[in-house]
């Protein structure tokens, strides 16, 4: 166990944290209300390579490990979860294809999404299913010698402007499919405005093809590195969750160091500083959890999938309730939109209907010690490892 | 006998608000939280229906076999039925609102005829709001900076109070000062300021999370002069220990109310989700038995928080000294409601999130209930003294 960053994470998270601070948090209000990233913040996090993470061989400055991936992902959401949501589905959509892709697709999409000149967006989450990319309903089929996609996916961030639109189906399988061809509906949410999210609805959409397969190999089976790939995807919504749940503590234990009642910083009352104790256990938890699934990741572990499934829970958990304590700690300045805690607020219980602890990862982990069920019930997987 | 029915006269009560909730708020929430207004006509109606004049409360408020009013039982009622329909909207309703118990608490028998009887005398929309929190004073009210200083005949108010909910409108406005910074709570008095007097302006109206089509104003008083019979209680009140006591009173009164409210708002959120989940997520689903049980905590948890708030009620009907219950209403209800919320989102997955329902706005809507008049905390604390004592 080795819980040092390498140098080179450990500078790349001081320096994004610099950025948080001085260009992403003071940007927050003004991209929800823009529905949008702000250029400025797009162009910056592309030329430090962690926008859109491609290999230099394709234009990029080099495709980051799971492990770093998320210490991206939560610095990023200390500034705001709105923009990092927004700012990395189209990294991950580069990674899937990279990671998964032939080397034809390589070649033909990863330049233009390292340059910033295609934007990419990754559909991935499924009303029911959630994140659990294992029990995704999005059907594939061939019609016409083409293949085929139907089913809804939601949250999906920069979605109505994506030139190029993965769409992760049964098995799990990726798919690239024409923007055009797709409904592609703007969503109007509670949270993470920023990300200009919208659902993809396929109604027996064609696919332009599939992410690494030659139309040879067809969809049968599940295959490892898609699985890997989705996986490290997942990862950066939980890393997200932990920026979101760190700052709001962050946040919370600032105000109520200067924040005086009954004559003492409310902080030194235990009513007080208990709450924002307990928010910083979730948090720590939290981001050792995704600490692990991410390395479990890196080292090709079949843990992965079980630890991600954790981990993704466990930090929109902490989400949720690091901001409504953030708010309580505010108290009616919390509730008013001079403070960001009230969009952290809004911006957790969002990323939490992708992840939901109860309904998607628990029910997932449960899935491990069912007992064994008749023939003919349900015969999608359960809790085995990739 | 121990029972805890409402009866049928509130049971009917409870009926035709349910009714109004649904068929004239429920329809317009959205378009209220949108754009932070209720139409006149809307207000009208709410308040000729749940007005401090309304026919429909006071007859179900009459005397039981037990010889009591049942205003405070009424109250709860009404709160929940009626932010089942919208929490925002019913924040609109005209009369003297927090104003009201202050002055008639505290006040002159001649001060509750003049700002009270006569303002609030039917013939048009008015409003009522009380004034105490400052930016620097929320919870300990004894923090309070506003002074009002004795000027010849009259009182000079200075200060400024936030989110005062109605504070812009108001047309009778009761404002806590002190008389002396040093004094802390016991120099504190109340004072009456009618909409337009000179000295007083309104700052900002804020942008909040949610309750959005509720005002909530800030009030600038700068040399603001007050005739001096504008001191509720008048002459009598400077000997008086302290004004203190009497805005405490004004939200002992409403915190079985405010409690009722957030009820109202955790049970709109449960019912909405149970019966989206009975459509949508089928019976063999892996998740229904997971939603199944969620809601069945969710509807106890709403269950206990409503006997709650109808004991603090029943007791303040009985005259039965209820600072204790109230407060255990008032940290208990806002809590569950929330997590009524949290739960409504979670089990309609990114629908839950959308604004095409109504659940992210209870969402939004129903932190607050867990912060004003009083926080969770300080009701731990009112909480904690009565079972303890004090410790120090």
Same mark, same amino acid.
């Given at each position: 166990?080795?819980?040092?960053?390498?140098?080179?994470?450990?500078?790349?998270?001081?320096?994004?944290?610099?950025?948080?601070?001085r260009q992403i948090r003071p940007s927050a209000r003004a991209c929800e209300e823009a529905g949008a990233v702000s250029e400025p913040i797009h162009?910056a996090?592309?030329?430090?390579?962690?926008?859109?993470?491609?290999?230099?061989?394709?234009?990029?400055?080099?495709?980051?490990?799971?492990?770093?991936?998320?210490?991206?992902?939560?610095?990023?959401?200390?500034g705001d979860p709105g923009i990092?949501?927004g700012v990395?589905?189209?990294?991950?959509?580069?990674?899937?294809?990279?990671?998964?892709?032939?080397?034809?697709?390589?070649?033909?999409?990863?330049?233009?999404?390292?340059?910033?000149?295609?934007?990419?967006?990754?559909?991935?989450?499924?009303?029911?299913?959630?994140?659990?990319?294992?029990?995704?309903?999005?059907?594939?089929?061939?019609?016409?010698?083409?293949?085929?996609?139907?089913?809804?996916?939601?949250?999906?961030?920069?979605?109505?402007?994506?030139?190029?639109?993965?769409?992760?189906?049964?098995?799990?399988?990726?798919?690239?499919?024409?923007?055009?061809?797709?409904?592609?509906?703007?969503?109007?949410?509670?949270?993470?405005r920023s990300a200009a999210?919208?659902?993809?609805?396929?109604?027996?959409?064609?696919?332009?093809?599939?992410?690494?397969?030659?139309?040879?190999?067809?969809?049968?089976?599940?295959?490892?590195?898609?699985?890997?790939?989705?996986?490290?995807?997942?990862?950066?919504?939980?890393?997200?969750?932990?920026?979101?749940?760190?700052?709001?503590?962050?946040?919370?234990?600032?105000?109520?160091?200067?924040?005086?009642?009954?004559?003492?910083?409310?902080?030194?009352?235990?009513?007080?500083?208990?709450?924002?104790?307990?928010?910083?256990?979730?948090?720590?938890?939290?981001?050792?959890?995704?600490?692990?699934?991410?390395?479990?990741?890196?080292?090709?572990?079949?843990?992965?999938?079980?630890?991600?499934?954790?981990?993704?829970?466990?930090?929109?958990?902490?989400?949720?309730?690091?901001?409504?304590?953030?708010?309580?700690?505010?108290?009616?300045?919390?509730?008013?939109r001079d403070?960001p805690?009230?969009l952290?607020?809004?911006?957790?219980?969002?990323?939490?209907?992708?992840?939901?602890?109860?309904?998607?990862?628990?029910?997932?982990?449960?899935?491990?010690?069912?007992?064994?069920?008749?023939?003919?019930?349900?015969?999608?997987?359960?809790?085995?490892?990739? | 006998?121990?029972?805890?029915?409402?009866?049928?006269?509130?049971?009917?009560?409870?009926?035709?608000?349910?009714?109004?909730?649904?068929?004239?708020?429920?329809?317009?929430?959205?378009?209220?939280?949108?754009?932070?207004?209720?139409?006149?006509?809307?207000?009208?109606?709410?308040?000729?229906?749940?007005?401090?004049?309304?026919?429909?409360?006071?007859?179900?408020?009459?005397?039981?076999?037990?010889?009591?009013?049942?205003?405070?039982?009424?109250?709860?009622?009404?709160?929940?039925?009626?932010?089942?329909?919208?929490?925002?909207?019913?924040?609109?309703?005209?009369?003297?609102?927090?104003?009201?118990?202050?002055?008639?608490?505290?006040?002159?028998?001649?001060?509750?005829?003049?700002?009270?009887?006569? !303002? +609030? $005398? @039917?013939?048009?929309?008015? =409003?009522?709001? %009380?004034?105490?929190? #400052? *930016?620097?004073?929320?919870?300990?009210?004894?923090?309070?900076?506003?002074?009002?200083?004795?000027?010849?005949?009259?009182?000079?108010?200075?200060?400024?109070?936030?989110?005062?909910?109605?504070?812009?409108?108001?047309?009778?406005?009761?404002?806590?000062?002190?008389?002396?910074?040093?004094?802390?709570?016991?120099?504190?008095?109340?004072?009456?300021?009618?909409?337009?007097?000179?000295?007083?302006?309104?700052?900002?109206?804020?942008r909040?999370?949610?309750?959005?089509?509720?005002?909530?104003?800030?009030? !600038? +008083? $700068? @040399?603001?002069?007050?005739? =001096?019979?504008? %001191?509720?209680?008048? #002459? *009598?009140?400077?000997?008086?220990?302290?004004?203190?006591?009497?805005?405490?009173?004004?939200?002992?009164?409403?915190?079985?109310?405010?409690?009722?409210?957030?009820?109202?708002?955790?049970?709109?959120?449960?019912?909405?989700?149970?019966?989206?989940?009975?459509?949508?997520?089928?019976?063999?689903?892996?998740?229904?038995?997971?939603?199944?049980?969620?809601?069945?905590?969710?509807?106890?948890?709403?269950?206990?928080?409503?006997?709650?708030?109808?004991?603090?009620?029943?007791?303040?009907?009985?005259?039965?000294?209820?600072?204790?219950?109230?407060?255990?209403?008032?940290?208990?209800?806002?809590?569950? *409601?929330?997590?009524?919320?949290?739960?409504?989102?979670?089990?309609?997955?990114?629908?839950?999130?959308?604004?095409?329902?109504?659940?992210?706005?209870?969402?939004?809507?129903?932190?607050?209930?867990?912060?004003?008049?009083?926080?969770?905390?300080?009701?731990?604390?009112?909480?904690?003294?009565?079972?303890?004592?004090?410790?120090?």
């Open positions: 166990m080795d819980l040092t960053p390498t140098d080179e994470q450990a500078a790349l998270v001081e320096e994004l944290h610099r950025i948080a601070e162009r996090l592309l030329e430090l390579g962690v926008g859109v993470p491609v290999p230099e061989e394709f234009g990029g400055q080099g495709l980051l490990d799971a492990v770093t991936g998320v210490l991206v992902a939560e610095e990023l959401a200390w990092a949501y990395l589905s189209s990294g991950a959509a580069a990674a899937v294809i990279e990671l998964v892709g032939t080397e034809a697709q390589k070649a033909e999409l990863l330049p233009g999404l390292a340059a910033g000149t295609a934007a990419g967006a990754l559909a991935m989450a499924e009303r029911d299913a959630g994140l659990d990319i294992f029990r995704l309903e999005t059907t594939t089929g061939r019609l016409d010698g083409t293949s085929r996609l139907s089913g809804m996916k939601y949250s999906v961030a920069g979605g109505a402007s994506a030139e190029v639109l993965l769409v992760v189906a049964e098995g799990p399988t990726v798919w690239r499919v024409a923007r055009d061809e797709a409904e592609v509906l703007a969503e109007d949410n509670l949270g993470l999210t919208a659902r993809v609805r396929l109604r027996g959409t064609p696919a332009i093809d599939q992410i690494g397969a030659d139309q040879t190999r067809g969809t049968s089976g599940r295959d490892p590195a898609v699985v890997r790939a989705l996986l490290g995807a997942k990862l950066l919504g939980a890393g997200i969750a932990v920026g979101l749940a760190r700052a709001a503590v962050e946040y919370a234990a600032a105000y109520a160091r200067e924040r005086t009642a009954f004559g003492k910083p409310i902080g030194a009352f235990q009513g007080v500083s208990f709450m924002i104790a307990e928010r910083a256990i979730d948090v720590d938890a939290a981001r050792l959890l995704v600490w692990e699934a991410a390395a479990a990741l890196d080292a090709g572990s079949e843990d992965a999938v079980r630890l991600a499934m954790a981990a993704g829970g466990q930090a929109v958990s902490a989400a949720v309730r690091a901001s409504d304590d953030a708010v309580q700690v505010l108290g009616g300045h919390g509730y008013m403070h805690v009230e952290w607020y809004r911006d957790a219980m969002t990323l939490a209907t992708l992840e939901a602890p109860w309904l998607v990862g628990d029910l997932f982990l449960a899935g491990a010690h069912r007992a064994a069920e008749p023939s003919g019930a349900d015969p999608s997987p359960g809790g085995a490892g990739a | 006998m121990i029972q805890l029915r409402l009866g049928r006269r509130l049971e009917a009560l409870r009926d035709h608000l349910h009714a109004f909730a649904a068929d004239e708020l429920r329809p317009r929430a959205r378009a209220a939280d949108l754009t932070g207004r209720v139409e006149p006509e809307v207000i009208a109606r709410l308040g000729a229906l749940a007005g401090e004049r309304s026919e429909v409360l006071s007859e179900a408020a009459e005397p039981g076999e037990d010889g009591a009013r049942a205003d405070g039982m009424v109250a709860v009622v009404a709160a929940e039925e009626l932010a089942w329909g919208d929490a925002a909207m019913i924040l609109n309703i005209p009369g003297p609102g927090l104003a009201g118990p202050s002055i008639a608490g505290s006040g002159t028998p001649e001060q509750k005829e003049r700002f009270l009887d006569r !303002v +609030f $005398d @039917g013939t048009a929309p008015r =409003f009522g709001a %009380l004034a105490v929190t #400052e *930016a620097q004073a929320g919870s300990d009210v004894s923090n309070v900076q506003t002074t009002a200083l004795l000027d010849g005949d009259g009182w000079v108010l200075s200060g400024t109070k936030v989110f005062c909910t109605n504070g812009a409108r108001a047309d009778v406005l009761v404002v806590n000062a002190t008389l002396d910074v040093a004094a802390g709570r016991s120099g504190q008095k109340l004072f009456v300021v009618l909409k337009g007097t000179p000295g007083m302006r309104v700052g900002k109206i804020e909040k999370l949610g309750l959005t089509a509720s005002e909530t104003a800030e009030l !600038v +008083f $700068d @040399g603001c002069r007050l005739p =001096f019979d504008h %001191l509720v209680g008048g #002459e *009598a009140a400077l000997a008086a220990p302290s004004g203190f006591k009497g805005t405490m009173r004004a939200f002992d009164a409403s915190r079985p109310g405010v409690a009722a409210m957030a009820l109202g708002i955790g049970r709109a959120a449960f019912e909405y989700a149970a019966a989206w989940s009975a459509t949508e997520i089928p019976a063999h689903s892996r998740r229904r038995p997971l939603v199944e049980a969620r809601l069945g905590a969710v509807e106890r948890e709403l269950a206990a928080a409503r006997v709650l708030c109808r004991r603090a009620a029943w007791m303040a009907d009985h005259r039965i000294a209820n600072s204790k219950e109230a407060s255990m209403a008032k940290a208990y209800a806002p809590r569950v *409601a929330l997590a009524a919320c949290v739960s409504a989102i979670e089990i309609m997955g990114p629908e839950g999130s959308s604004r095409e329902h109504l659940v992210e706005k209870w969402f939004r809507d129903i932190k607050v209930y867990d912060i004003f008049e009083g926080t969770g905390q300080i009701q731990r604390v009112i909480i904690g003294r009565h079972i303890l004592g004090r410790l120090e």
